[in-house]
């Protein structure tokens, strides 16, 4: 023993291992003894269940005048809603877990059902948590009457059963607001619909009256069309500017097109000149059709718009095609126009291209300027003399003279028809 002593470590302190607290269990014993009396209390409310959907559908009409028009309109359909709510609630606290999907796949119909319905979903949350508040009170009540000794033990689950309510009207609105996006999907398809028809021309007459309501315009009312489209050399933003285009003091619904979209315009009465109204962004070209009556007429209006379009300057502005009919009559038949300005302008074919825009921007600016050389001139930043001399030079080629009225009219038409048919 005195060998082994001899031979032993100096000895040091070792730190004592303190043992680790035991882990509490999931819920305490107070935890456990509460949920003994949440589910004897919950057992007894399910037993009752019609009785507590009667309270409960009474409680929401008092309180919500939205659900009574639904409970008049069905009301055994309304009763077994609400019965089936509550059943699934009420069933949640007894096995969570095992009916937490059914009771979820239950609010998520009832929030749909209720926004096709129009039900403001205001009312129907207001709705969800009265349920909770009488499913809590008559826990409450349960318990008061048969141990009032284990009222106080409730306090304890109070948290999980609004918890429980707050996610099922998270829930209830997800399903609303998910409806409501397809319900006005629905809405703005068939009002797209109803409205290529009607510039189209294939509306159906027993589709008016709904197409009025949906444009929020008489179907007698005396309407315009407005065809709007990006000029050339627009920049990027021109298209998305298209349905910027604004007309004062008219109400405008837009269609969106491809290359083209349309504003059918309401025209107050008194025919206020429309085009002279319209306010449009830098770089795009403007159709307005003539006033028409009745949407039943918008198709031809459309018609018009289009016929006006072709006829303003490729670089932007606006035609309105009462101004513009001599132009128009042209270039409503292109093969017509095609000739009038083989016809009339051939001769100048056979010059380089610079030399001929020179003689034809000449013309066109003489004829703008109502036949004032001098004018002409300062459009195009030349001298009068140039320009008369020019003015000859073509008359010399076409064989055409610019003092002959029927010449000038020929002329005038023939350079409107090579514009639309170039453009």
């Not at 997800?174 to 319900?183: N, P, S, T």
């Amino acid at each position: 023993m005195h060998r082994a002593l001899k031979h032993r470590t100096p000895h040091r302190t070792v730190p004592a291992v303190v043992p680790a607290p035991r882990t509490r269990p999931v819920r305490s014993l107070i935890d456990a003894e509460a949920i003994t009396v949440l589910h004897r209390a919950a057992r007894v409310l399910l037993a009752d269940l019609p009785e507590l959907t009667d309270r409960l559908l009474a409680t929401v009409q008092d309180q919500e005048p939205a659900y009574r028009a639904a409970v008049a309109d069905d009301p055994v359909a309304v009763w077994q809603e609400v019965h089936r709510s509550l059943r699934h609630s009420v069933a949640s606290l007894l096995d969570p877990r095992g009916s937490r999907d059914a009771a979820r796949r239950c609010s998520w119909k009832i929030g749909a059902a209720r926004a096709e319905q129009g039900v403001p979903l205001d009312a129907l949350l207001h709705a969800f948590r009265l349920g909770g508040s009488l499913v809590w009170q008559r826990l409450v009540e349960e318990t008061s009457r048969t141990a009032p000794e284990d009222v106080r033990l409730l306090v304890h689950v109070a948290s999980d059963i609004w918890n429980f309510v707050d996610e099922h009207c998270t829930l209830v609105a997800d399903a609303y607001h998910h409806v409501e996006r397809q319900l006005a999907w629905q809405r703005e398809n068939r009002v797209r619909v109803l409205v290529g028809a009607l510039l189209d021309g294939t509306s159906r007459i027993a589709d008016l009256p709904e197409t009025a309501q949906a444009l929020e315009l008489p179907e007698q009312g005396r309407c315009a069309v407005l065809a709007v489209t990006a000029g050339r050399g627009a920049g990027p933003g021109a298209a998305g500017a298209r349905a910027a285009v604004l007309v004062p003091g008219v109400r405008v619904h837009w269609h969106t097109g491809g290359d083209v979209d349309y504003g059918i315009v309401l025209v107050p009465e008194g025919d206020i000149p429309v085009c002279e109204a319209v306010e449009a962004g830098t770089g795009l070209r403007i159709g307005v059709s003539g006033v028409v009556a009745g949407l039943a007429a918008v198709g031809e209006a459309r018609a018009q718009a289009d016929l006006a379009l072709s006829l303003c300057p490729p670089e932007g502005g606006a035609v309105r095609l009462a101004e513009q009919l001599p132009a128009a009559l042209v270039v409503s038949s292109p093969d017509l126009a095609a000739a009038l300005a083989d016809r009339a302008l051939g001769p100048l074919a056979e010059l380089d291209p610079a030399d001929r825009e020179v003689l034809l921007d000449t013309v066109a600016a003489w004829l703008t300027c109502d036949g004032s050389a001098q004018r002409a001139g300062e459009r195009l930043y030349c001298h009068r003399n140039t320009v008369l001399n020019r003015l000859r030079r073509f008359e010399q080629l076409t064989g055409r003279s610019l003092q002959r009225p029927l010449d000038v009219v020929e002329v005038s038409l023939a350079l409107t028809a090579r514009r639309a048919v170039r453009d």
